[in-house]
């Protein structure tokens, strides 16, 4: 009985992993990374901030790139078609980032490297990820009833 216990947190574990993966890759920038990306779009001179004429040059590059008939005016068809080529190109670049995280992932866990995870491999990797869990929240402050304090499943 005890070993289906364990099958069934290593289930259980397993779901929530393949789960988690794109929740963490789409996790939304902080205001910190947001702020980081547009000191390094708009600070050409890279002196650490963004004078007037850097940000009418970046302003101007939207309004360019947002006035697709080049007649000098964005009408709002335009604005919008802007936005959705943006956050079409932001999106790619997402799963993109997702590819690379479940393979990086992957290729961590295969320690044998034959392109398959065996159960002991799968199950290797999942404890290792549930240590890097418990030790982030052991750092954030995380208190009682977070994932990271979750009983092992042969201690239940």
């Not at 990306?37 to 600070?43: E, G, N, T």
């Not at 009418?56 to 008939?69: E, I, L, S, T």
């Not at 290797?124 to 499943?153: H, L, Y």
Request: aromatic residues 6%; charged residues 30%.
């Amino acid at each position: 009985m005890n070993s289906f216990r364990k099958e069934i947190w290593v289930g259980i574990g397993a779901i929530a992993l393949g789960l988690s993966l794109p929740a963490f890759a789409q996790t939304p920038p902080d205001s910190t990374q947001v702020r980081q990306q547009m000191m390094q779009r708009l600070d050409t001179n890279h002196d650490g901030k963004i004078s007037d004429d850097e940000w009418k040059a970046g302003a101007d590059k939207r309004f360019d790139a947002a006035d697709a008939n080049h007649d000098g005016f964005v009408t709002e068809a335009e604005l919008k078609a802007a936005r959705e080529k943006r956050s079409a190109q932001q999106d790619a670049r997402r799963a993109e980032m997702r590819e690379k995280h479940a393979h990086a992932i992957f290729t961590r866990m295969d320690t044998n490297g034959d392109g398959k995870l065996s159960k002991a491999e799968f199950e290797a990797g999942s404890q290792k990820m549930r240590e890097r869990m418990q030790q982030r929240a052991r750092q954030n402050g995380a208190g009682s009833g977070s994932m990271g304090d979750a009983p092992p499943p042969d201690q239940e």
